[in-house]
């Protein structure tokens, strides 16, 4: 049916559907694969929407740490037992995992696997195009793009855009530059990475190497800063050939592949449901504040929706995995960066130097109870992390105010 112009002047599609997906990437991607799969959705029409297409996206690599079977685990191209973190003086920990380990999963495997499945299902079709407006008014969903017009009973978004911040606010930004070199001699043992290792320079911010040795001669490192700008690409080029120089002593490796990322770290609370546009991924608040760490929170919120439905046919759960109590963490510990009296480096150094790995994992998951809060808070300077706290709290007091 046609029913107006498109941006270029042609005719203008419209469709309606039961579900839209506004962004095919992790969450759009996982959410879909994991409902189809449950085969909770099969007798829905659904109608995917990305501006991407598969070959076309940005390569990323999802790391995440578990001590349970998730949906994604075929997925996994490299697993590691064995974690270090290094000071930024070199003193290492090898750290206490008690059950957990480290994943990796290439994006491209994971697009191209879902994109797969999902083709083969006769109720999903795609478009490939711009989306220009989300909009939502009683129990209906609109998206424009400029071929189509779409019109659906849900939607979920996960198409991030930078939200309008309060005053008080904290928006870091984690960035980074990861290369993943091959080499003709071994490097690193293959089961051991480095989780943090703060042996670079700190004159950008909060900065460490993240090092993930995939075989004996191919490893991948990146250079990643917490800060509120990025920095130009060859600075992040500079440090990482001097930590492959310096600390890993390598001089000769071809680049196989390399990625660039942006992560936002803040406290800004995201809508998750307005009207029946729901909110998933990064823009639905699942990327955790402290570390930009995104995928094990949003496959959890995943579960919750999917739990929602098949127990009452609408995706409205109540519960957050990431509750009101660590986003207040991550507030104060995004406070204290923004003060600059306690510097990240040695932040992170006195977290993992005096807590067990796993009572962090545990923090960081949104899992662990109030006494291991207080455990792993307590290893961090009192007067720093109370004056963290005051700030939150005067803050969401003048938030509460307006
Ligand atoms: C390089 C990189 C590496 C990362 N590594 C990790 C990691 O190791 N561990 C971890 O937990 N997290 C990691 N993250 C953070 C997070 O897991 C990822 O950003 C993840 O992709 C977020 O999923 P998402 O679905 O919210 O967003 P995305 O995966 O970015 O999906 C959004 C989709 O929307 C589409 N889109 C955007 N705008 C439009 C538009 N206007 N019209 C149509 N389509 C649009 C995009 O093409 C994309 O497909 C990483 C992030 C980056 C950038």
């Known amino acids: 049916m ?43 029409t659904i109608i995917v929407v990305d501006k991407c297409t598969t070959s076309d996206r940005p390569t990323k690599n999802w790391s995440f740490w578990k001590r349970s079977t998730g949906p994604f685990d075929h ?60 909009t939502t008014e009683d129990v209906q969903c609109f998206l424009d793009t400029a071929s189509h017009s779409l019109t659906s009973t ?29 080499t003709s001699q071994p490097v690193l043992n293959p089961e051991e990475a480095y989780l943090m290792d703060f042996r670079t320079s700190q004159e950008h911010g ?30 992040y080029d500079e440090k990482l050939s001097t930590y492959l120089r310096d600390v890993l002593k390598v001089r000769e490796y071809e680049v196989a592949e390399h990625e660039y990322g942006v992560i936002p770290m803040t406290d800004h609370i995201f809508p998750r ?21 995104t995928f094990t929170n949003m496959q959890k919120t995943i579960s919750s929706i999917l739990t929602c439905w098949s127990a009452n046919g609408n995706p409205f759960f109540h519960s957050e995995n990431i509750s009101l109590k660590h986003k207040i963490y ?17 932040i992170f150094e006195d977290l993992f130097m005096r807590s067990k790995a796993s009572t962090i994992f545990a923090f960081l998951d949104a899992e662990s109870m109030l006494l291991e809060d207080v455990s792993v808070i ?18 969401r007091f003048k938030s509460f105010l307006r």
């Not at 979920?156 to 091959?182: D, M, V």
Request: glycine content about 10%.
């Open 273 to 293: 449901f307005q009207g029946n546009i729901i909110n998933i991924g990064s823009a639905g608040g699942d990327t955790r504040g402290a570390t930009g760490y």
């Open 2 to 44: 046609v029913s107006g112009y498109g941006m270029e002047g042609g005719l203008k599609k419209s469709r309606s559907c039961d579900i839209i997906i506004a962004g095919a990437g992790l969450a759009g991607f996982s959410l879909l694969y994991r409902a189809m799969q449950a085969g909770h959705w099969k007798d829905l």
């Open 154 to 182: 849900y939607l979920f978004n996960s198409i991030y855009t930078k939200p309008r911040l309060e005053a008080e606010t904290q928006y870091f930004l984690q960035h980074f530059k990861g290369l993943l070199i091959k």
């Open 75 to 134: 997925l996994i191209c490299k697993s590691w037992n064995n974690l270090s973190f290094f000071t930024n003086s070199g003193v290492r920990k090898d750290l206490d995992l008690n059950g957990y380990s480290y994943h990796t999963i290439k994006s491209q495997d994971f697009y191209t696997h879902c994109r797969a499945y999902l083709m083969g299902c006769k109720n999903i079709s795609f478009i490939d195009d711009e989306i220009l407006t989300i």
């Open 206 to 235: 909060t900065s460490f190497f993240y090092t993930l040795p995939m075989a004996a001669n191919a490893v991948f490192v990146e250079y990643t800063i917490f800060s509120k700008t990025v920095i130009a690409e060859r600075e």
């Open 330 to 346: 991550d507030s104060c510990l995004l406070n204290v960066l923004n003060s600059g009296e306690y510097k990240g480096n040695k």
């Open 378 to 395: 307590a290893s961090l300077k009192p007067w720093a992390f109370l004056k963290g706290m005051t700030a939150v709290l005067s803050s």
